[in-house]
């Protein structure tokens, strides 16, 4: 086998680099990529469980946890019981959360310009199409 021609390696090399790439474009913010998403996702909703964000994210609700905590610990979010069912615990996003999302925004749109305009808009647009219909055999 060849280490190029492994689909799972080349796969997650290219996400580690672009993960990398975004990270670089919103550090000024303080933000990484996939806080960034996290914030967006609960701004867009206005409450979310753990479920949600590891779900709307393709997560494990492990690793959605434990990427909440940093922005709970920020105070970018609040962790607290649901409006709707007390029993469930709801993030909210806080207003240093909003300010912070403002900050990253324009970062964001700049880095989604630069990745288009370093691979072409057509090529970037087609990845994304292609990455959304992949298949799986177990799935």
Do not use: H
């Amino acid at each position: 086998m060849g280490g190029g021609d492994c689909n799972c390696m080349t796969a997650r090399r290219a996400a580690r680099q672009i993960s990398n790439f975004y990270d670089s474009q919103l550090a000024p913010s303080g933000l990484r990529a996939t806080q960034f998403a996290i914030l967006v996702l609960v701004n867009r909703l206005e409450e979310v469980s753990v479920n949600m964000v590891a779900e709307s994210l393709a997560l494990d609700r492990t690793t959605a946890g434990k990427n909440l905590r940093p922005l709970a610990a920020a105070g970018l979010v609040k962790i607290a019981p649901s409006k709707s069912d007390g029993r469930l615990r709801a993030i909210r996003l806080t207003k240093a959360g909003s300010a912070a999302l403002k900050v990253a925004l324009p970062l964001w749109r700049a880095a989604q310009k630069n990745f288009e305009t370093a691979n072409g808009v057509d090529k970037v647009a087609g990845l994304r199409d292609s990455l959304r219909s992949l298949k799986f055999a177990d799935n």
